[in-house]
């Protein structure tokens, strides 16, 4: 059976007329009838009751609608899929991600979406967490990844991969040689942190609210942008900071070591983000992709 057969069926069940059908698919009456006449022949059994009124299904015609009715969304889901790969102007996906995944993750995962989907075009937007879940909620990014937990009745948020900052010190640091400092050495030395509405320093909030500590309690010396910064600043010996241990590249380990602080545990989540009423195809093909990639990872 071929495609239009299967159209005639489920348009002759919607409509319960022969005639109606027929205009609504711009085919004559018989031809209709012909194409209905060969389904309950393949089936050997009658599908619809004829009646003054039009027609309407039989229980065997029931079921064969539902499956009619998945088989041609199925159909018309594959010829979707095809043309997005064959299509020679594919839609651009915008993504946004907040300055660790964007340097450290999403190379492998747009790496993996590119074999998925051979023609695939996207823009990256690389802000804090707080920033990329806004502009997914005003419609300004297609897809976020964030490092900071964040709801909205709107926005459907889905973690997928797990992180634990780390207090780092420069190797020349007095604290480079020790496993662990309390909460109180911790407190008085020199911080290096990212800006507000960055996921490490939400993170470092949190932690410290369980312990009942402000932020502002610290001894704040400076409030950067990005990661990089931070670290060179940490190598000119300014402080010490709370970095994802991503962020350190092996050509970089032999220029920080990582401390642990007495009490503070430093956890998060990263999430991805998409609105809930936006969601295209290329972006379900990328959702795939960073809930599958990361961990492979880590």
Known sequence: MNEQVWTTFKMVAEVGSISQAARALNLSQSAVSQQIQMLEQSYATHLFVRTSQGVHLTEMGEVLYRYVTALLR???????AVQELTDSRPQVLAIGASLTIAEYLLPGILAEYCRDMLNA????????????????????????LIEAPMVDAQVVVRPFFDDQPVVMVAR???????????????MEEPLILREPGSGTRMALENALGY????????NIRLVLGTTHAIKQMMLKGL???????LTIEPRERDLFASVQVAGLSLYRTFSLVYHRDAMTRIGERFVQTVMRVPASMA
Do not use: C, Y
């Not at 199925?74 to 979707?80: F, T, V």
């Not at 312990?211 to 502002?216: M, N, Q, S, T, V």
């Open 74 to 80: 199925l159909i018309h889901e594959s010829q979707d």
């Open 172 to 186: 020349t640091h007095p604290w480079a040689e020790r496993q662990e400092v309390t909460l109180e050495e911790f």
């Open 239 to 245: 402080g010490v900071s709370v970095l994802s241990p």
């Open 121 to 144: 075009r996207w823009s990256v937007t690389m802000a804090n967490s707080r920033t990329v879940f806004e502009q997914v909620l005003n419609h300004t990014l297609d897809i976020g």
């Open 211 to 218: 312990e009942g500590i402000d932020l502002k309690q610290l």
